[in-house]
C-alpha cells in the first residue's frame, strides 16, 4: 500500500468518526441530559477543529506525495530513455564492411564526363549493414572515428583515379597514370563522423577502371571508436 493510500484511508476514518461522535452525544443526551448540554457542543466544537486541522495536514501530505510521485516517475522515465540509448550505442559499436567492385564478369568503368559514385556490389563484409550495395554509399550509423580505405587498378593506358567523399565533401584523391600496361593506387583516411553522414568512393572525370574476378577495386570501412 503507498503512503497516498494510507494517507486517504486516515481521511475516511476521520470523516467516518465525526457521525459516531454524534451520536454518542446524542445518547448521552437520553442518559445525562444536562451535562451532556453543556459538555458536548465544546467537544464536537475541539474535535472539529481538530478534525480541520488534521485533514489540512493531510492534504498537503497527499500534495507533497502527489508531486514527489510524478518527479520519480519523470525520472525513471529519463533513466529507461538513457538505457535505450546506451543499448543502441552498444548494438551499433560493431561496423565493419568491405567490398569490391564488380559482382561477376569483368570489364572497365569510365571514362565519363563528370563523376560519378563508384557501386561496390559485391560485399564480403558487411557488419553492422551500415554499407548500401545498391548505392554504394556509407551512412555512418553512430558517432565516431572511421577508417576508410579504397583501392583501383588503371589497365591499357590512361588515368585512373578514384577519390573519397564525406557528404558533399572532396576528402583524399588515389590517382594513377600509365602509358601502357597496368598501374594500381590505393589512399586511406580517418574521419569523425556524425550520425547519418555519408561516405562514397566517386570515380575522377575522365578516369577509367578495371575490375574482374581478382576483385582489384575496393572499398572497406570499420569504426574505430564511438564519440
Not at 16 to 27: E, G, Q, T
Not at 213 to 222: L, P
Request: one cysteine or more; aromatic letters at 8%.
Amino acid at each position: 500500500m503507498t503512503v497516498i493510500q494510507q494517507v486517504s484511508g486516515n481521511r475516511m476514518k476521520i470523516i467516518m468518526f465525526f457521525p459516531l461522535l454524534l451520536l454518542v452525544c446524542s445518547v448521552s443526551a437520553d442518559q445525562t441530559e444536562t451535562a451532556v448540554q453543556q459538555s458536548c457542543p465544546q467537544d464536537i466544537h475541539a474535535v472539529l477543529r481538530e478534525l480541520t486541522a488534521s485533514l489540512a495536514v493531510q492534504n498537503e501530505r497527499i500534495t507533497v506525495l502527489q508531486r514527489e510521485n510524478q518527479e520519480q516517475a519523470a525520472k525513471l522515465e529519463s533513466q529507461k530513455t538513457e538505457t535505450d540509448q546506451l543499448k543502441q550505442q552498444l548494438q551499433v559499436k560493431q561496423v565493419a564492411f568491405s567490398a569490391s567492385l564488380l559482382e561477376t564478369g569483368s570489364g572497365h568503368t569510365g571514362p565519363f564526363n563528370t563523376q560519378i559514385t563508384l557501386i561496390f556490389r559485391h560485399v564480403v563484409t558487411n557488419i553492422g549493414n551500415a554499407y548500401n550495395p545498391q548505392t554504394g554509399i556509407f551512412t555512418a550509423p553512430v558517432r565516431g572515428v572511421y577508417h576508410f580505405v579504397w583501392t583501383i587498378l588503371g589497365l591499357d593506358g590512361g588515368v585512373a583515379a578514384a577519390v573519397l567523399f564525406r557528404n558533399g565533401e572532396h576528402i583524399f584523391l588515389a590517382y594513377e597514370q600509365q602509358t601502357s600496361g597496368g598501374v594500381s593506387g590505393s589512399h586511406g583516411a580517418s574521419l569523425l563522423l556524425e550520425v547519418g553522414d555519408q561516405v562514397s568512393v566517386r570515380l575522377w572525370k575522365d578516369a577509367k577502371i578495371y575490375d574482374n574476378v581478382n576483385h582489384h577495386n575496393t572499398f572497406s570501412g570499420h569504426l574505430i571508436f564511438t564519440m
